[in-house]
Each structure stands twice: as structure tokens, then as C-alpha cells.
């Protein structure tokens, strides 16, 4: 099997997160994913909520493709939930800052763990914004997550 592009748009962007779950970081590039919006809808199995990604025209999802060898995609795959249904890989075409675009895969939430927009915990968030921050997402997209993670009350 050959390496994948895999494209980061939640705790995943944090370096330090994916290092711990993955190894050494090969190769990052920034990008974003068109026709979809960013979301706190994924329930956590012990209560709370994780990122996830809807379509939505018009909106767009910031975040980092990393290349991943297979064994590096089976651990990300452990650590989503994959085999539960948490999550499920999807093949994705997003776009890099030179205007090329790149095939990725992208972790949804699976339909059954799907849920209101909620706030996600202090320390999930934490995750999100050092790793936006790590790879200079546009600061009126950080403001956006900040925004959006205050929950529909905020």
C-alpha cells in the first residue's frame, strides 16, 4: 500500500496531538476543504462533543493534509473510532495555498453519532486552536472556530 494525504481539520491539527498518536510528521501543507462547514456535533462517547464537518455550500473548513503511511492511517483509524462507527474515512479533493488541489482522505462522523452543535470541552479546543495557530490557518478562520466553540448559546 502507498502513503495518503490526510486532511486535519480537528485536534488532529495540533502537532504535537498527531505526533503522540501517529509519529513524525513527513510533510504538512495547508488547505482547505470548499463546501463544507466546520462543526461541534460529534458525540463523545462519554458525554461532550468532537469536530466534524457538514456540507454546506459556500462555507469552507480550514486545516493541513499530512502525508501518512498505512500504518499511520490504521492508528489514526483506532484512535476515530473507525470500527465502531464513530467515524469513516472519505475521499475528499481539497485545495492548497498554490491553487492546485490535492486528493485526502477526512474523518466524518458516523450518522449514528451525530448530534446537536454543542461546546466542546476547554482542552479539546485547546488542540484545535495551537494547531491552526501551528499552521497559520487565516486568523478570521481561528476566530471562527472561537466563535462557533462557544456553543449555540455563546
Known amino acids: 500500500m502507498s502513503?495518503?494525504?490526510?486532511?486535519?481539520?480537528?485536534?488532529?491539527?495540533?502537532?504535537?496531538?498527531?505526533?503522540?498518536?501517529?509519529?513524525?510528521?513527513?510533510?504538512s501543507l495547508r488547505a482547505r476543504l470548499k463546501g463544507y462547514r466546520l462543526a461541534f456535533n460529534k458525540k463523545a462517547t462519554k458525554g461532550g462533543v468532537y469536530a466534524n464537518i457538514v456540507s454546506k455550500a459556500e462555507s469552507e473548513v480550514w486545516g493541513v493534509i499530512y502525508l501518512c503511511d498505512p500504518e499511520a492511517m490504521a492508528e489514526l483509524d483506532r484512535f476515530e473510532g473507525v470500527m465502531g462507527g464513530h467515524y469513516?474515512?472519505?475521499?475528499?479533493?481539497?485545495?492548497?495555498?498554490?491553487?492546485?488541489?490535492?486528493?485526502?482522505?477526512?474523518?466524518?462522523?458516523?450518522?449514528?453519532?451525530?448530534?446537536?452543535?454543542?461546546?466542546p470541552s476547554d482542552d479539546y479546543l485547546h488542540y484545535i486552536l495551537t494547531g491552526a495557530n501551528e499552521h497559520g490557518l487565516p486568523i478570521e478562520y481561528i476566530e471562527k472556530i472561537q466563535k462557533l466553540a462557544l456553543g449555540p448559546k455563546g
Open 3 to 27: 502513503d495518503t494525504w490526510y486532511f486535519a481539520y480537528g485536534s488532529n491539527l495540533s502537532k504535537g496531538r498527531k505526533e503522540d498518536r501517529t509519529d513524525l510528521i513527513r510533510c
Open 88 to 119: 469513516e474515512r472519505v475521499l475528499i479533493a481539497v485545495e492548497l495555498d498554490n491553487g492546485t488541489h490535492q486528493s485526502a482522505e477526512v474523518y466524518v462522523a458516523g450518522s449514528k453519532f451525530i448530534g446537536s452543535d454543542e461546546k
